[in-house]
């Protein structure tokens, strides 16, 4: 019989939740969801360029924000285009609203 691992202790939500904030605690994974933001489209390779990192480093990065579905991308032969994922997106933003929603915004005398 196999042991609780540390996320049995948690529900499906906080851990789903945790997964899509580790994303966002990289200064990389960070800047490379910037430029797709601010660039408003799919990107194919200009990220070495433009975030001066290794290609290697940005693959492992564009893995990461991948797998969480923040982003997705197309292969074209041998380019790899990416860009924000817009349903993925808006959850991952709900999520964090949510969350920041429940300290009221006109905070009472702090308890501490």
Request: with cysteine.
């Amino acid at each position: 019989m196999m042991g609780i691992t540390k996320k049995d202790l948690f529900t499906k939500h906080q851990n789903e939740f945790a997964q899509i904030a580790k994303v966002f605690g990289h200064p990389a994974r960070l800047a490379i969801i910037e430029y797709l933001l601010e660039t408003k489209t799919c990107i194919c390779g200009d990220l070495v360029e433009e975030l001066g990192l290794a290609q290697a480093t940005i693959s492992q990065h564009l893995r990461e924000l991948k797998k969480t579905g923040i982003i997705q991308g197309t292969i074209e032969g041998t380019s790899v285009c990416y860009c924000i994922e817009p349903k993925k997106w808006e959850e991952t933003k709900n999520l964090f609203i949510a969350l920041f929603d429940k300290y009221p915004s006109t905070a009472e005398k702090n308890c501490c």
